[in-house]
């Protein structure tokens, strides 16, 4: 236009939105829905009673159960970020405008989105609700043995709290000074428990789980919360909205 304004194209805005997912652990874990509408309706299944039971033959059912689903909401907002340009910098072509601008959004998008994922506090202008806004989630957190203090034992006991079926596919997302604990953990026989990544891209393991770093996390300090256990597509969910510019 004549103010030098332009719209960033869609094949850009998907680029950012995978940049995104690298950058962000959490946004990259969540599980994604996907769709046009302002909201969305997620059936989560109530409280489960086992009503199998045994019977003689030709004998009628003992007990019956019944099957019932919740409504979990989650509404779609807004995030938005504008970045004025100049005329000299869009025709300077030593200077890969397209470049910077990803490069900076992706950086903005991604801190912003971790932090709302950790400690987002729903209200008018913040649909994301953290992890760690949420009461449920924190009155069962785990306490370490030692205040301010991570142990392998505590990692331990932060491992078995999830049943065997919702460890398979968790991680480990912590702050870096949870991973500096974490990788200086010796075994009774003086051995790293630590395990770093052979493979290009792949993450490093603590007994035998991948372990991501999220600047965003707590500090090691009394009363907070530096590391997270969990299988982040179980525990947490997002929400897309189609045509996102």
Not at 85 to 103: C, G, K, P, Q, S
Not at 221 to 245: D, Q, S, V, W
């Given at each position: 236009?004549?103010?030098?304004?332009?719209?960033?194209?869609?094949?850009?805005?998907?680029?950012?939105?995978k940049?995104?997912k690298?950058?962000?652990?959490?946004?990259?874990?969540a599980?994604m829905?996907?769709?046009?509408?302002?909201?969305?309706d997620?059936?989560?299944r109530?409280?489960w009673?086992?009503?199998?039971?045994?019977?003689?033959?030709g004998m009628?059912?003992?007990?019956k159960?019944?099957?019932?689903?919740?409504l979990?909401?989650?509404k779609?907002?807004?995030?938005?970020?504008e970045?004025?340009i100049?005329?000299?910098?869009?025709?300077?072509?030593d200077?890969?405008?397209?470049?910077?601008?990803?490069?900076?959004?992706?950086?903005?998008?991604?801190?912003?989105?971790?932090d709302?994922?950790?400690?987002?506090v729903?209200?008018?202008?913040?649909?994301?609700?953290?992890?760690?806004?949420?009461?449920?989630?924190?009155?069962?957190?785990?306490?370490?043995?030692a205040?301010?203090?991570i142990?392998?034992?505590?990692?331990?006991?932060?491992?078995?709290?999830?049943?065997?079926?919702?460890?398979v596919?968790?991680?480990y997302?912590?702050?870096?000074?949870?991973?500096?604990?974490?990788k200086?953990m010796?075994?009774?026989?003086?051995?790293?428990?630590?395990?770093?990544?052979?493979?290009?891209g792949?993450?490093?393991?603590?007994?035998?789980?991948?372990?991501?770093?999220?600047?965003?996390?707590?500090s090691?300090?009394?009363?907070?919360?530096?590391?997270?256990?969990?299988?982040?597509?179980l525990?947490?969910a997002?929400?897309?909205?189609k045509?996102?510019?």
């Amino acid at each position: 236009t004549t103010s030098a304004g332009k719209l960033i194209p869609q094949l850009l805005v998907n680029e950012i939105i995978k940049d995104v997912k690298a950058a962000s652990p959490f946004f990259a874990k969540a599980k994604m829905y996907t769709g046009s509408r302002p909201e969305v309706d997620i059936p989560v299944r109530k409280a489960w009673t086992n009503v199998v039971n045994a019977t003689a033959e030709g004998m009628a059912t003992a007990t019956k159960g019944s099957f019932g689903v919740d409504l979990l909401t989650i509404k779609a907002g807004k995030l938005q970020s504008e970045i004025e340009i100049t005329d000299e910098m869009r025709e300077d072509t030593d200077f890969d405008l397209v470049a910077e601008i990803r490069e900076v959004n992706t950086e903005d998008f991604a801190e912003y989105i971790s932090d709302k994922i950790i400690r987002g506090v729903v209200g008018s202008t913040n649909q994301i609700e953290g992890f760690l806004s949420n009461t449920t989630v924190t009155t069962g957190a785990l306490s370490t043995a030692a205040s301010g203090v991570i142990a392998y034992d505590d990692l331990i006991n932060l491992e078995m709290s999830l049943k065997a079926s919702d460890r398979v596919g968790a991680a480990y997302f912590v702050s870096r000074g949870g991973l500096t604990k974490m990788k200086t953990m010796k075994d009774g026989m003086q051995r790293p428990v630590w395990q770093p990544s052979l493979v290009p891209g792949a993450p490093s393991t603590f007994n035998g789980y991948p372990v991501f770093e999220c600047p965003d996390m707590d500090s090691v300090a009394a009363n907070n919360f530096p590391i997270l256990f969990a299988n982040f597509g179980l525990f947490y969910a997002t929400y897309l909205r189609k045509g996102m510019e």
